[in-house]
């Protein structure tokens, strides 16, 4: 099973950005979709992005549209999750999942492999 640990996380002000990275080892990250899921304090864990094990095909959640990209270096074993124009709403803690299949899922439950999670804070 590969095991996935997030990085890149931090404290911004609002209209800046971050980019998160989601690392693998143990296997290689290419035989995997990848997920970016968050969780606010006293939230429910939410879907933000996902890509495809080709990258190929990604998609993003309707509250971080046009702010949010997920990428992939297969290369480098890493998924990327770029951040801009943050906002206070998207502080949370943000993980990163992978599966074992082509396409990825906006359901966190299908996902077998988490990270721990890395703090993203977003001030006013």
């Known amino acids: 099973q590969v095991q996935v640990v997030e990085s890149g996380g931090g404290l911004v002000q609002a209209g800046g950005s971050l980019r998160l990275s989601c690392a693998a080892s143990g296997r290689t990250l290419s035989s995997y979709a990848v997920g970016w899921f968050r969780q606010a304090p006293g939230k429910e864990r939410e879907f933000v992005a996902a890509?495809?094990?080709?990258?190929?095909?990604?998609s993003v959640s309707d509250s971080v549209k046009g702010r949010f990209t997920v990428s992939r270096d297969n290369a480098k074993n890493t998924v990327y999750l770029q951040m801009s124009n943050l906002k206070p709403e998207d502080t949370a803690v943000y993980y990163c999942?992978?599966?074992?299949?082509?396409?990825?899922?906006?359901?966190?439950?299908?996902?077998?492999?988490w990270g721990q999670g890395t703090q993203v804070t977003v001030s006013s």
């Open positions: 999942a992978a599966r074992q299949t082509q396409l990825p899922s906006m359901i966190f439950t299908s996902y077998n492999s």
């Open positions: 890509i495809s094990r080709s990258g190929g095909g990604t």
